[in-house]
């Protein structure tokens, strides 16, 4: 293939995921989006959990249980002569970690909010990581067909609470029983709002001229309200910027009801507008660029047991340049070893379809056992390592037993490949035998523990444990290599009772209390303490822990 059908391929990627606070109808939104996208004709509902028909993108048995998103998701589906690759993160805060690895993979983002909540806690911590990377974001304000909180106050508060400046591009007349549609303000027309929930109906009646007598007539005062207030926000908003929209400074901001297909249509073309393709990714050696010819990408999710009949286990994959061919050579620069992957797939969530191509931008999975981790790089040779992958310090602990001891080779299997996933980290004591869950959220624990029974046949008995602190221990004597292992060593040895080795063997020390941390960092003033460890290495990254 030729440079310029690599440039004109990457050319039309789009690759952004869905953000948002529980609830705010961010996986709704996704469905939404597949269908007006041609992916699906029919959109299940998240929270019928008795129903047939559940949300593409929730395909765990538990998600469909609880109403709930537990895992990130991957579409892709072609709009508009463009690829789109769609990543739907959970919303709920104990998988947070899932999601900022999740960001680490897209050019953009699209944030959904909640118009009678306004901005969220998750949503700041989202956008914290979006603005650290300098992500763009657009913005959707659901939910228009409740009563919901004034616009000109949804404005000012995402201006405020985000630190970021907001141009409206589309305006509500109305809300709630009385929602009548939408302004929009660049194609200079109202879209007016009618009901449906599974299906895309076609084009929403649409008037002419914002200014137009018909719609005072039609809309009385909430037209009205609403013109005056597109006055005010005008003279308030800057004039859209492409420069600080990519620059993460600024963010288009459209309003619509996703449970009813209204101001999905608009949301999704602002996406192929708007959203940058794919652009450079910095790795420890040198950045890449998405146009060059050798094949190059990461691995930031591995999910178990997709398909629970055949026990799979998918290393989703971000391609960052090239051009993939099923069946071509790779090399994994962590270990060395080398992959003639013939089975890669795409994915409409858990649909998948034997791919055999991909570029920049795409999101691909590659069907292993074991052979590949969170974090890894593949190249078609070169030794690169790509950075930014993190994994936090847990904050709450649980140790782990099986019930039945017959079971225990399938408690390790299953345990070992979930934490493989990063669903929850997995900690071996150096000194004993129990194995350590560590998670950010109490919820991680029950989905592991229903994961286990269900997907890995083993009822486990997850119970309290001590730990409430927990850091990946480090060394720098300044006096080499050899040094610092001798040193690390001797740490290790003199607290054995108290360290554990997660997925990768990366040395962790766990304590009770804040107060015996800070007397061990001044104990052992060679030994460093991380908060955050990194696929590449262990490294802080303040902006990250906000």
């Known amino acids: 293939m030729s440079a310029t059908d690599v440039i004109r391929e990457v050319a039309r990627r789009r690759t952004f995921a869905i953000i948002s606070h529980p609830d705010a109808g961010k996986t709704t939104l996704t469905e939404k989006l597949l269908l007006y996208g041609g992916a699906i004709f029919i959109a299940g509902s998240v929270k019928a959990r008795k129903a047939a028909r559940h949300a593409t993108s929730d395909w765990m048995e538990i998600e469909k249980q609880r109403g709930i998103s537990v895992a990130s998701s991957v579409m892709q589906m072609e709009y508009r002569d463009c690829v789109i690759n769609l990543l739907d993160t959970p919303g709920h805060q104990d998988f947070s970690e899932d999601t900022y690895r999740v960001l680490t993979a897209v050019d953009a983002a699209l944030m959904v909010i909640d118009a009678a909540n306004g ?202 340049s090239g051009h993939f061919e099923r069946g ?75 019930a039945d001891p017959l079971r225990t080779k399938q408690l390790r299997a299953g345990l070992t490949q979930l934490g493989e996933e990063g669903a929850i980290q997995v900690f071996r004591p150096v000194a004993g035998s129990v194995l350590l869950l560590g998670a950010v959220g109490q919820l991680q624990f029950e989905v592991v523990a229903h994961r286990l029974e269900h997907e890995y046949g083993c009822k486990a008995r997850i119970m309290p444990a001590r730990y409430n602190v927990a850091r990946w221990v480090t060394c720098e004597t300044g006096e080499g290599a050899a040094a610092d292992e001798r040193e690390l060593k001797r740490f290790i040895d003199g607290n054995s009772h108290r360290v554990a080795l997660d997925a990768v063997d990366a040395p962790c020390v766990l304590l009770e209390y804040a107060g015996e941390l800070r007397a061990m960092q001044e104990n052992w003033p060679k030994i460093k303490f991380h908060a955050l460890r990194e696929h590449a290495g262990l490294v802080f990254q303040k902006q990250l822990e906000g």
């Open 328 to 402: 071509m050579r790779l090399k994994v620069t962590r270990s060395g070893k080398e992959l003639r992957p013939n089975t890669v797939v795409s994915f409409l969530s858990q649909r998948r379809e034997l791919l055999e191509e991909a570029y920049a931008g795409d999101i691909i999975g590659i069907p292993n056992h074991g052979v590949l981790q969170l974090g890894d790089t593949l190249t078609e040779g070169e030794p690169l390592q790509f950075t930014g992958l993190p994994f936090f310090a847990p904050e709450m602990f649980r140790s782990v037993e099986v």
């Open 119 to 320: 901005v969220e806690p998750q949503t700041r911590r989202l956008l914290q990581v979006c603005r650290a990377r300098n992500t763009p974001i657009l913005t959707f304000v659901n939910k228009m067909d409740r009563e919901v909180k004034a616009p000109l106050d949804l404005f000012d508060e995402i201006e405020a609470e985000l630190g970021m400046s907001v141009v409206p591009f589309t305006w509500p007349v109305g809300m709630g029983k009385v929602f009548g549609g939408v302004l929009d303000l660049r194609r200079d027309q109202m879209r007016v709002f009618s009901p449906g929930e599974d299906r895309a109906t076609g084009q929403e009646e649409v008037i002419d001229g914002i200014g137009n007598a018909q719609l005072a007539e039609r809309f009385g005062m909430n037209y009205e309200q609403a013109a005056g207030e597109v006055e005010l926000v005008r003279e308030a908003a800057p004039s859209f910027d492409e420069a600080q929209f990519l620059a993460g400074h600024q963010t288009p901001m459209f309003f619509g009801s996703a449970i009813n297909n209204f101001g999905v249509q608009e949301v999704l073309d602002a996406l192929v507008d708007l959203a940058p393709p794919p652009g450079p990714k910095a790795a420890l050696q040198r950045t890449v660029q998405p146009t060059e010819e050798k094949f190059t990408g990461v691995v930031f999710k591995i999910q178990a047991n997709m398909d629970p009949a055949h026990r799979d286990r998918i290393a989703f994959l971000r391609v960052a």
